[in-house]
């Protein structure tokens, strides 16, 4: 079993997350909702309170308090940058989430692209990085090709992802990590082989981001989006766009804007509350160096004490017969998995599962959480999806241990 690093003090960082107190029926509550979003630590509450009692102004002004909210959010561009590792902050855009600025700048990658060109999109993929690029194909003129996966372990069938490319290739969307399964891609290999042949490519961060760490640079993509809302900050999407790609692209925006690909005023408070949620990743392994290389430091410890709660599901879940586990479910395999699991009962609704265990204080999720094309290829739609189990770092061994011996009491009635 994978053993958790010896500096990585689970109770400690605990005690900075005010919700993980909260109680229901006298028992702590037990959050596995991660991957729907992530609970909060005191400095990310503090800093949204703080913008609103010392800088709360609209950018550009000749006054203190607009030249205090400049600061900031100079700093929380920076601050993204090396939480991605991105070559500057300017390569870093804000928006409202992952699925509006994907939206929105779909638009201004798609006035590129002309009839008979074509975009690649993947069956393991969130809604959210695969209807954008659908409706600008629609707009555009342009085809479609989709990647299968390979159902027997939930991974992407890379020949399908060959038979896709060819020479009108344009973009190739992929996510870094399937929201419902847990399977993280090989993004690398992907974006090299959509380079091969002339494309774009833009990375769905969203579920990876809290769970190790990103580098845009070595990954080679062209964008990258995320959320800090799922690692452990405000409702605030973030968006990596390589300078040299980003330049010949026209921002859709109203005229005077000064702020490129914002829509509008930025959420100010929420980027606030983000950069102080890179703050709290960049203190999780206390390391030494500049901000990049200790937020390196705490997403591998991150990573490795994630692994240590993922094999000790995978053990006590094997043990419960009625129970299927979708996605890669061998040990030996967990670095190609995020601690995210999806699991079905034939004959029991995930609703009803999930709601059992809402009764019991264990918060999940059931559904398709808008990986829908995914859920329809695995033929779960018609009976409800599946119940999804999100551990995050917070998680503790002892959370994990009563949610299965929860499980194995609503089974047995």
Same mark, same amino acid.
């Given at each position: 079993m994978t053993t958790p690093p010896p500096s990585f003090d689970v109770t400690a960082l605990r005690s900075r997350f005010p919700a993980l107190s909260l109680e229901q029926g006298g028992r702590p509550l037990v959050f596995l909702d991660g991957p729907g979003g992530t609970q909060v630590p005191n400095e990310?509450?503090?800093?949204?309170?703080?913008?609103?009692? /010392?800088?709360? *102004?609209?950018?550009?002004?000749? #006054?203190?308090?607009?030249?205090?909210?400049?600061?900031?959010?100079?700093?929380?561009?920076?601050?993204? *940058?090396?939480?991605?590792?991105?070559?500057?902050?300017?390569?870093?855009?804000? &928006? *409202?989430?992952?699925? /509006? +600025?994907? #939206?929105?700048?779909?638009?201004?990658?798609?006035? +590129?692209? &002309?009839?008979?060109?074509?975009?690649?999109?993947?069956?393991?993929?969130?809604?959210?990085?695969?209807?954008?690029?659908?409706?600008?194909?629609?707009?555009? &003129?342009?085809?479609?090709?989709?990647?299968?996966?390979?159902?027997?372990?939930?991974?992407?069938?890379?020949?399908?992802?060959? *038979?896709?490319?060819?020479?009108?290739?344009?973009?190739?969307?992929?996510?870094?990590?399937?929201?419902?399964?847990? /399977?993280?891609?090989?993004?690398?290999?992907?974006?090299?082989?959509?380079?091969?042949?002339?494309? +774009?490519?833009?990375?769905?961060?969203?579920?990876?981001? !809290?769970?190790?760490?990103?580098?845009?640079?070595? +990954?080679?993509?062209?964008?990258?989006?995320?959320?800090?809302?799922?690692?452990?900050?405000?409702?605030?999407?973030?968006?990596?766009?390589?300078?040299?790609?980003?330049? !010949?692209?026209? !921002?859709?925006?109203?005229?005077?804007s000064s702020h490129g690909y914002s829509t509008g005023t930025p959420n100010f408070e929420g980027i606030a509350g983000t950069l102080a949620a890179v703050r709290y990743l960049e203190s999780v392994a206390d390391a030494p160096g500049g901000r990049r290389e200790r937020l390196v430091a705490s997403m591998s410890a991150i990573a490795t004490y994630e692994r240590t709660l993922s094999a000790r599901f995978l053990d006590g879940i094997a043990t419960i017969p009625a129970v299927r586990t979708w996605g890669i479910t061998d040990p030996s395999r967990l670095t190609e998995r995020t601690p995210t699991f999806s699991i079905s009962v034939d004959g029991v609704a995930p609703r009803h599962i999930a709601e059992r265990l809402g009764d019991a204080g264990i918060l999940a999720w059931d559904g398709h959480f808008y990986a829908q094309g995914l859920i329809e290829r695995l033929g779960l739609a018609e009976q409800g999806g599946v119940v999804r189990l999100g551990f995050v770092h917070y998680t503790t061994p002892e959370e994990i241990d009563r949610t299965l011996d929860e499980l194995e009491t609503i089974l047995a009635r």
């Open positions: 990310v509450i503090e800093a949204v309170a703080d913008y609103y009692r /010392t800088m709360n *102004a609209n950018d550009g002004g000749a #006054f203190v308090t607009s030249r205090r909210s400049d600061a900031m959010v100079a700093e929380a561009h920076a601050a993204v *940058a090396d939480l991605l590792g991105a070559a500057s902050p300017d390569e870093i855009v804000f &928006g *409202a989430n992952m699925t /509006t +600025l994907t #939206f929105h700048v779909s638009r201004s990658i798609g006035a +590129l692209f &002309g009839p008979g060109d074509e975009v690649v999109v993947t069956t393991l993929d969130h809604e959210a990085n695969v209807s954008p690029w659908r409706q600008m194909a629609a707009d555009r &003129g342009l085809e479609v090709r989709v990647v299968d996966i390979q159902e027997a372990d939930g991974t992407l069938d890379l020949d399908s992802l060959d *038979a896709a490319l060819g020479p009108r290739t344009r973009l190739v969307a992929v996510g870094y990590a399937s929201n419902a399964l847990g /399977t993280i891609n090989p993004v690398a290999e992907i974006v090299r082989r959509a380079h091969a042949v002339g494309a +774009l490519t833009w990375v769905d961060a969203v579920h990876y981001a !809290p769970h190790g760490p990103i580098d845009v640079q070595a +990954l080679d993509t062209d964008f990258l989006v995320t959320s800090a809302y799922k690692w452990f900050g405000p409702h605030v999407g973030a968006l990596y766009m390589r300078a040299s790609v980003a330049a !010949p692209m026209t !921002p859709v925006k109203v005229r005077p």
